[in-house]
């Protein structure tokens, strides 16, 4: 196959930014589109220019680093894949491919398709864990969770931190992140102690960051590379909604 | 130099418990006056660096991605082991220490591998305790799954994605302790020197990755927490970014390496599609309580699976190793879908796979059910392969997947070099020549969360370590070095890019000494590589500037580490006469293809200790004594 | 928990300021609004009756005595509704200082949640429209005759029918929308509420946009 693509180049935070246009010749197939891009930075480096620089790592859809929105896309066009594990195979000879970063303020460019991602760790750093210091654990077995919830928090916590769903959401908003810890604490019994606390930091910390509001559109839940479901964003309205109102703590 | 492990006398089951009541402890007061510098927060890093914290040091953490939850151990898929006993199915401390010293075919010390199965239980508490969403049965208690090496159910689990969920259990608790300041976190940076002061290790030099600044940073103390070093094939299971540097860096400056020609080459992964792949992927190997490996009887049997009936099935490893089935450790498994494949019965347009058959299974189970265990792996298949495993075989290859070598470290898991710890995949301790499954979770949480924060005290204890800073000369070395070996770098501008390099590298590794070794491949290996790395330093090409974000720099510099840790490998392959584990030598085979140790001769941790590059390694030897395994010929028939 | 700004003393305020808490005040005016028009076409549906029905109902409406405070509470979920969906909407777009070149959904989004920008000032303007025509208009003759005078008038219905199909639009995205912000979410009611959402908006549509379009176009001469 041979395609076109228009990449966004971007030399550092500071530049403008503009797509470029590259052609990918003799693409296989099998190829991930990671592996397309590795072959257009093999012969961007051999004549001496500047490799396209895009986040990845593990390459097999669970690390979260990869990126990247493809003709509009995060993740490409496929369902619950990450860019790493889109292979090219979706696309047909002669195509023209839109390669952009993921956008978001809360997300500043580092260079071309990178961009940094911090603001999650920073959310998570006030309140997304239960706090049990090493050696203060009970016994595993000593608290029965049901099957079911089980599930549901796993469902939660699939999460790969790659924020798609910001870069999907036409605000901007790291609801479906956010929620996604949220539920997980929320569902398990160990996440009880630090409900309201958590619920609370979170969101404040999501504010303080600068991303948009949830408008309930629903686009985070498509992009997601592991489907992480729009209910956890209602948990989180509902948790949030009894920590601000009810809650005496 | 004699290496002395420290391990304390005494009974076996009482070591750890004497030697912790015999380590010196800090007090409360006095541990925010130590800086302890992680590098890697992957489950060993992320789990050291939190407990630390809790405990009151001041820590500095570091990572090469954006954000510490990418570590690699986040890929891991199957699960942790841990003696709990909870199936009631014959499972104990000394079990679970019986099976990883043979799985790993007694070329592990004794004393680390008692321990680990000893601090298991408390990780899955600590774990459970952190809401790491584990499986669970109807009743509401823990599930548990078999898995390769042994005939107990301990493995707990968390889908396909154990890992993961650990990962972020220890990532969330380092959160916490950054929300508390009492972490420093310094993502995007990679570790180019370690810094030796007066003897000890004193602080690193790393490289900002986005900026390129060169920057230092003292501690009390050092911790490699930086993952194996697969990566030397090109093509693994490891991420991208995995890669030996730190540890490297490491060696040059009097770390011994210890062990590395022990590769675990795991047994199912997805086949290689073609010469753009940058990496394997890795199926979990639980995949195999339920799928059933076979090839056609016949050579060269181009017909479609479904068509070849159960009589013209050769299910080998069933037939060869009755007892443990489809479940030997991966070593075997590897090793036997080589030879296999080297019969000429390898199935695909390759031919360069095997079957996984889960028809079977799915006709017992149900596909619902199978699903549930393990619909994120056969979606996974899916994806890469474009066929359906619930309808076709999947087709799986060996692949390299994990580093039981490592820089060498003490019962402590300090290295040679004072006050340089290494934890996890990094280091050598624990799996000797084969890691069973699930157990590199648990050597990593093992020695983050329940190993280090003992040994590390003892060790700040018991020296007296002057005030330095990142203006001592010794730090300012290190800065020149690292400025001068990225402009060496990009000065070359060759012809080819360090992707290419690594490439031929990787192909050198993987031919001359991948599943199988010999002597005279070997020594053309060690040739090769020489040449490789002389060309290298002439031909390479590194574009753009050292002052930006620029991953072809990055990877020119692992590259070029690769092209001297691979000769070590090799060298410690060359002179591994025996075969035990992941280590196979052609020479050193039974009759029946099995590997044939030379415990008389070799068993022993070869530790080498760095002379130059080029230079031949001098060998130094920790002997290892088996006083409560005893040794046998690993059999899993 | 006592510190900061998390302080039981001011949690609304932080409620009220916060991402989730100006969602919360726009859905539940919404919700009200929503009752409102109900309401509404309750009352105007009268209009079929005839016009001395219809006269009487207007006329009981104006004389009681509650209307006004229950008009000054109306205006007041109308400013909230509209002031929190503005702030909120302003925040979201400075949310991403730099547009994508190319932007496609996979999914999850409408045509109806694509366009409440649109479809809420269209709204606001009938609204103003409607309040000066209707409420501030000259009704010495009775309200119906007024009403039917407009009607006759064939733009003034055109626009009427068009901004209703925008508050149509509006409440197909509105409704359900609120109950996810409530944290009214569950696998099995929530399709119910999203078909429910939907026909509850066509039914909004269709009764208050009958009466210009039988008035107006049907049974006009």
């Known amino acids: ?175 479906l992140f956010v929620a996604a810890k949220v539920s997980q604490y929320a569902l398990l019994p160990q996440g009880q102690p630090e409900r309201t606390r958590r619920a609370l930091k979170m969101r404040e910390a999501m504010d303080d960051e600068g991303f948009g509001n949830c408008s309930n559109e629903y686009a985070c839940e498509a992009a997601c590379p592991k489907e992480i479901k729009v209910s956890n964003i209602a948990r989180f309205n509902r948790e949030h909604l009894k920590a601000s109102v009810c809650s005496e703590e | 130099m004699i290496l002395d492990s420290k391990v304390p006398d005494g009974p076996i089951e009482k070591k750890w418990d004497k030697h912790k009541f015999e380590t010196k402890l800090v007090n409360p007061a006095n541990k925010r006056k130590y800086d302890v510098l992680v590098v890697g927060t992957g489950l060993a890093g992320a789990s050291a660096a939190a407990s630390l914290a809790e405990l009151g040091y001041n820590v500095k953490v570091f990572c090469i991605q954006d954000s510490p939850r990418r570590a690699h151990s986040i890929a891991a898929q199957g699960g942790i082991n841990a003696a709990k006993n909870y199936p009631n199915d014959g499972d104990s401390v000394w079990r679970l220490f019986y099976d990883t010293v043979k799985g790993g075919d007694f070329r592990a010390r004794e004393a680390n591998v008692y321990r680990l199965a000893q601090v298991s239980a408390s990780i899955i508490d600590q774990c459970v305790a952190q809401g790491v969403p584990f499986a669970r049965e109807y009743g509401g208690t823990l599930s548990n799954r078999s898995f390769g090496g042994a005939q107990v159910s301990r493995t707990f689990y968390a889908r396909g994605q154990t890992g993961q969920q650990l990962l972020l259990g220890a990532y969330s608790a380092l959160m916490r302790q ?109 995949l195999r309580n339920d799928g059933r490996v076979w090839v056609p009887k016949k050579k060269g049997d181009k017909r479609s699976p479904e068509t070849i009936p159960e009589a013209e099935r050769d299910y080998y490893l069933e037939r060869k190793y009755p007892s443990f089935g489809n479940l030997v450790p991966r070593d075997v498994a590897s090793r036997n879908a080589k030879s296999m494949i080297d019969e000429g019965k390898g199935v695909g347009e390759t031919g360069l796979s095997v079957y996984l058959d889960f028809s079977e299974a799915i006709k017992r189970l149900g596909a619902e059910k199978i699903k549930e265990k393990y619909g994120n792996l056969f979606d996974m298949y899916h994806h890469i392969t474009d066929e359906d495993p619930y309808k076709v075989p999947m087709r799986i290859y060996p692949a390299v997947h994990y580093a039981m070598g490592g820089l060498w470290v003490d019962y402590n898991l300090m290295t040679t070099i004072p006050g340089l710890f290494c934890l996890g995949e990094a280091n050598f301790s624990d799996h000797g020549a084969n890691r069973l499954g699930a157990s590199a979770l648990m050597q990593g949480l093992a020695d983050g969360y329940f190993v280090i924060p003992y040994t590390l005290g003892g060790y700040l204890t018991s020296t007296k370590l002057p005030k330095t800073d990142a203006s001592s000369p010794a730090f300012k070395d290190m800065e020149k070095a690292v400025a001068e070996r990225t402009k060496k770098l990009l000065c070359v501008n060759g012809k080819r890019t360090p992707s290419d390099f690594h490439k031929e590298l990787g192909k050198i590794m993987w031919d001359k000494c991948g599943m199988a070794r010999n002597e005279n491949e070997l020594k053309e290996a060690i040739s090769k590589i020489a040449a490789l790395r002389e060309q290298f330093w002439k031909d390479v090409k590194v574009t753009a500037s050292n002052e930006e974000f620029n991953q072809t720099l990055e990877r020119a510099g692992r590259v070029a580490d690769y092209l001297e840790f691979g000769e070590l490998l090799v060298r410690d392959a060359l002179h591994r006469k025996e075969s035990c584990g992941g280590h196979f030598r052609e020479e050193y085979q039974t009759p029946d293809g099995e590997a044939k140790r030379d415990d008389a001769n070799f068993s022993y941790a070869a530790a080498w200790e760095f002379k130059g590059v080029g230079q031949e390694p001098v060998l130094h030897k920790e002997p290892l004594t088996f006083e409560n395994v005893h040794l046998a010929e690993r059999n899993y028939a | ?192 509420i999203k078909k429910a959402g939907l026909v509850f908006a066509a039914l909004i549509f269709l009764g208050f946009a009958s009466m210009p379009i039988y008035f107006g176009f049907l049974r006009a001469p």
């Not at chain 1, 292979?87 to 071309?112: C, L, N, Q, Y």
């Not at chain 2, 103390?221 to 490297?248: D, E, K, Q, R």
């Not at chain 3, 300021?17 to 509404?40: D, I, N, P, Y």
């Not at chain 3, 109308?78 to 979201?92: D, S, T, Y």
């Open chain 2, 178 to 286: 950054v929300g508390q300041g009492t972490v420093s976190m310094y993502p995007r940076r990679e570790m180019l020197e370690l810094v030796v002061e007066n003897g000890a290790a004193r602080g690193i030099v790393c490289r900002n990755l986005v900026t390129g600044e060169v920057e230092s940073y003292a501690g009390h103390a050092v911790l490699l927490c930086t993952g194996g070093y697969g990566n030397v094939f090109y093509l693994s299971t490891n991420a991208a970014s995995c890669n030996v540097s730190a540890t490297w860096r490491a060696h040059k400056h009097g770390a011994l390496f210890a062990n590395p020609c022990y590769t675990q080459i795991h047994p199912t992964c997805i086949p290689v599609s073609g010469d753009h792949q940058s990496k394997l992927t890795l199926m979990s190997e639980s």
């Open chain 3, 1 to 192: 928990m006592t510190e900061g700004k998390c302080a039981s003393k001011c949690r609304l305020t932080s409620f009220m300021t916060s991402s989730l808490g100006k969602k919360f005040t726009v859905g539940a005016a919404g919700f009200l609004l929503g009752g409102f028009l109900v309401v509404h076409l309750a009352g105007n549906l009268f209009l079929f009756v005839g016009e001395g029905a219809f006269n009487h109902y207007a006329e009981t409406l104006s004389n009681n005595p509650l209307l006004p405070a229950a008009e000054i509470a109306l205006a007041a979920l109308f400013l909230a509704h509209i002031v929190f969906a503005l702030k909120v909407r302003f925040e979201n777009a400075k949310a991403r200082p730099v547009a994508y070149e190319v932007y496609e959904a996979k999914g999850g989004r409408t045509i109806g949640s694509k366009s409440m920008a649109v479809s809420g000032v269209l709204v606001l303007a009938f609204l103003i429209i409607h309040l000066k025509t209707f409420r501030f208009g000259d009704d010495k003759d009775g309200l119906y005759k007024l009403v039917m005078e407009w009607f006759k008038n064939p733009f003034y219905s055109g626009f009427y029918v068009l901004a209703l199909a925008g508050l149509g639009l509006h409440l197909s995205h509105g409704f359900q929308s609120g109950f996810q912000t409530f944290g009214l979410n569950h696998p099995r009611y929530t399709p119910l």
């Open chain 1, 1 to 175: 196959m041979n395609l076109t693509l228009k990449v966004w180049r971007q030399k550092g935070p500071n530049d403008a930014g503009k797509l470029v246009e590259y052609s990918a010749q003799g693409v296989s197939p099998d190829m991930s589109f990671l592996e397309m891009l590795d072959v257009v930075n093999e012969g961007l480096i051999k004549k001496g220019e500047d490799a396209i620089a895009f986040d990845s790592d593990c390459r097999e859809g669970i690390c979260g680093m990869c990126s990247l929105v493809i003709n509009g896309q995060p993740h490409g066009p496929e369902l619950g894949t990450a860019t790493c594990q889109l292979h090219m195979r979706t696309f047909s000879d002669g195509d023209t491919i839109v390669v952009e970063p993921f956008r978001a303020r809360a997300f500043p460019p580092v260079k071309d398709l990178a961009v940094d991602r911090s603001a999650f760790d920073r959310i998570m750093q006030a309140g997304g864990y239960v706090s049990v210091n090493t050696g203060n654990a009970p016994e595993a077995n000593a608290n029965l969770i049901s099957h079911h919830v089980a599930e549901k928090a796993m469902d939660a916590a699939a999460c790969i931190g790659c924020g798609a769903c910001v870069a999907a959401c036409p605000n901007a908003s790291a609801m």
